[in-house]
């Protein structure tokens, strides 16, 4: 199954689960950028578990999308950590 679209769909899903949590997308009940640090770190570890998971297994096109998916929201994360070291009432 090639062309199954189920991981990358599920891959683009917790990215934007991610984005919401971190307070880069709105929260589409509140229409409000929230974060959830704790929301936002969970989606990145199930990320990183399907990257140990199904190493070996992904397509070219899989790994680059799973990738890019990590390195955005880990760069996004911690740059959430270093502002909660200097806000930590705030998150």
Request: charged share 25%; proline share 4%; aromatic share 6%.
């Given at each position: 199954m090639e062309n199954d679209q189920?991981?990358?769909?599920?891959?683009?899903?917790?990215?934007?689960?991610?984005g919401m949590f971190l307070g880069k997308v709105p929260n589409?009940?509140?229409?409000?950028?929230?974060?959830?640090?704790?929301?936002?770190?969970?989606v990145l570890d199930s990320l990183e578990m399907l990257e140990l998971k199904t190493t070996?297994?992904?397509?070219?096109?899989?790994?680059?999308?799973l990738q890019t998916?990590?390195?955005?929201?880990?760069?996004?994360?911690s740059g959430l950590e270093?502002?909660?070291s200097n806000n930590s009432d705030q998150i």
């Open positions: 189920r991981f990358a769909d599920f891959v683009i899903l917790q990215a934007q689960n991610a589409p009940i509140s229409g409000k950028l929230e974060v959830n640090a704790k929301a936002a770190r969970s070996g297994n992904r397509t070219p096109q899989e790994d680059k999308l998916a990590l390195l955005n929201i880990r760069t996004l994360y270093a502002g909660e």
